[in-house]
């Protein structure tokens, strides 16, 4: 019994190491696109991304915030757009982890990002704000999305033409 709370001891710094050494891998990164070092900070976002559950919920946001702004800067539109919802939607269940300025750029990258999904010159401020288009009206040619089952809405990508997946319900244009 005595070598219990040594042991007990040796796994609790273990743990506390492990989580700093997380938030000095996002520090790091971060640094790194502030430093325009977008490929070397995507490297380490990609290390990190399977340890961010790790991360305080706040820094969960700015991991997001950083990741799909790096992809964006890249040139990784779909996952860029992927990260910036997810930092968006982090952000709006636990305020704090963004600055203004950061709020901010995300809208303005979402609101170019989301252009590529739902097109148009034209994006409603609904499309904006939640990537989901209302009452849009389709490209001049483009064919025309097909409804789902009796509600007009989709339930699973093979509903969807080819070329589109199911997405909050709707079929978008991948």
């Given amino acids: 019994m ?21 938030q000095e891998d996002l520090n790091r ?3 790194l696109y502030h430093e325009n070092e977008y490929e070397r900070a995507l490297s380490i976002f990609r290390v990190l991304e399977e340890d961010t559950d ?8 700015r991991y ?3 990741r799909g702004m790096t992809d964006y800067r890249l040139g990784f539109r779909p996952d860029a757009r992927h990260w ?8 709006q269940e636990h305020p704090g982890g963004l600055s203004p300025d950061w709020k901010q750029r995300m809208e303005e990258a979402l609101t170019d990002l ?16 939640t990537g989901v288009e209302h009452n849009m009206q389709p ?10 089952p ?7 990508s093979t509903e969807c033409p080819t070329g589109q997946a199911c997405q909050g319900g709707l079929c978008v244009r991948m």
């Fill in 114 to 129: 989301n252009r590529d999904v739902f097109g148009g010159a034209e994006v409603g401020s609904d499309t904006a704000s």
């Fill in 150 to 156: 009796a509600t007009g809405t989709c339930q699973s």
């Fill in 29 to 31: 990164a971060q640094r």
């Fill in 2 to 22: 005595l070598r219990l709370p040594p042991l007990v001891l040796v796994l609790a710094t273990l743990c506390v190491a492990a989580c700093a050494t997380y």
């Fill in 139 to 148: 490209d001049a040619g483009a064919a025309p999305i097909p409804p789902g």
């Fill in 84 to 91: 910036l919802a997810i930092a968006k939607a982090t952000e």
């Fill in 54 to 61: 790790s991360l305080s919920l706040n820094d969960q946001a």
């Fill in 64 to 66: 997001a915030y950083l």
